[in-house]
């Protein structure tokens, strides 16, 4: 355990938060299978719990949870990465681990096309939301800036408010940082413009802190992001209650339909 700790460590200096969130999520999933489905315990931790016997038994465990396979597949490369991190720790103790691993074959993936929300069907969610409520206010504006500006759900989440900028004629740009780091710039529409500054004036006042996000954890406060699987949670339940007014919106709908209409 003490070696996920430390490789943890080393990841948050070159990898992004997110991303050591993620081998954090799957390394707790892997105890929790060795626990539960192998019945051993912290006392009774070994190497040999990583054979590859054993990650492929994971692999359905995980299935069995309702995982996806893309998302069994990405948790795989998670745990591959902690054990060619122990590879170079020691190669003639461990090294054995990643090579069984790396022969693991990923579950098959049935590619199925993403697809948009009519114009109908995001004025029709958009009606939905009661915006007299906090949660609702911050759906309101987050799903209007998915919807105008083509952002993925985890750039538009992880906007803090130093990324915003207003220049001299009022105009409000948003920089986002998207996959693999690449930065580029957002430019808003008068409408979205003025939405996002009553928002921010609403839940941030007059002198926001550079550091908080834009749209923040109502629990855990300004300086943690909402989770993208709350949001999505919220984005379904809309879609149920919007669906019976307009039957264009998707009963599956899902922020990212919001950036393949865009």
């Not at 954090?24 to 489905?37: C, G, I, T």
């Not at 948003?174 to 921010?200: A, D, N, Q, W």
């Not at 855990?220 to 984005?235: D, Y």
Request: with cysteine.
């Amino acid at each position: 355990f003490n070696f996920m700790a430390a490789w943890l460590e080393q990841a948050a200096l070159s990898r992004r938060p997110h991303t050591v969130e993620a081998y954090k999520n799957a390394m707790d999933l892997y105890v929790r299978f060795l626990d539960e489905s192998l019945h051993t315990g912290a006392k009774d931790f070994t190497w040999k719990c990583f054979s590859r016997q054993n990650i492929e038994k994971w692999m359905k465990w995980l299935t069995g949870r309702g995982n996806k396979p893309q998302t069994v597949n990405l948790r795989l490369s998670h745990l591959r990465e902690f054990l060619r991190y122990m590879e170079g720790r020691s190669a003639s103790e461990y090294g054995h681990l990643y090579h069984e691993a790396a022969l693991i074959r990923r579950m098959k993936v049935q590619h199925t096309e993403v697809r948009g929300v009519s114009d109908a069907a995001v004025e029709a969610v958009q009606k939905a939301i009661d915006t007299t409520t906090d949660a609702g206010a911050r759906d309101f504006v987050l799903l209007l800036f998915l919807n105008e500006t083509g952002a993925r759900l985890n750039e538009a989440l992880s906007i803090k408010m130093k990324d915003i900028h207003t220049d001299s004629k009022g105009k409000v740009t948003v920089t986002v940082t998207g996959k693999g780091g690449y930065i580029r710039t957002l430019y808003l529409t008068p409408v979205l413009t003025r939405k996002l500054k009553e928002y921010i004036l609403r839940f941030h006042g007059e002198s926001p802190d550079a550091e908080a996000y834009l749209f923040f954890s109502r629990i855990k406060g300004k300086h943690t992001k909402v989770t993208a699987r709350a949001i999505q949670k919220r984005v379904k339940l809309l879609a149920l209650t919007a669906h019976k007014d307009c039957e264009e919106v998707p009963l599956d709908l899902h922020p990212h339909n919001y950036r393949h209409a865009y």
